[in-house]
Nanobody, 124 residues
């Protein structure tokens, strides 16, 4: 499975961005999807996740109420709507997939596939 993330950019604090991640290849298996982010010198962290059937989601405390994850099964895509962006949201954002992953089973060490990151920079 190949994952292609896009939608990052340079914005000001308070702005919004919509990140997209499109899967191609072995998409017959249904995947739970997650968005992770990483800043230099820090570990990659799970920000949001959505289960393979869309039935459960996970949001890190730092983004609750501001970020929303959604998926479009027909397009093999997952989206991350980021609102009210803060400078501390600046990071490289990565999408990742786990076969039949749920919000409880997805994490930094359990994902099956990773996409290349997309840079999000929020200026103050």
């Amino acid at each position: 499975v190949q994952l292609q993330a896009s939608g990052g950019g340079l914005v000001q604090a308070g702005d919004s961005l919509r990140l997209s991640c499109t899967a191609s290849g072995r998409t017959g298996i249904v995947y739970g999807m997650g968005w992770f982010r990483q800043v230099p010198g820090k570990e990659r962290e799970l920000v949001v996740a959505i289960s393979w059937n869309g039935g459960s989601t996970y949001y890190a405390d730092s983004v609750k109420g501001r970020f929303t994850i959604s998926r479009d099964g027909a397009k093999n895509a997952v989206y991350l709507q980021t609102n009210s962006l803060k400078p501390e949201d600046t990071a490289v954002y990565y999408c990742a997939a786990k076969g039949f992953g749920t919000a409880q089973t997805m994490g930094i060490t359990s994902m099956d596939y990773w996409g290349r990151g997309t840079q999000v920079t929020v200026s103050s």
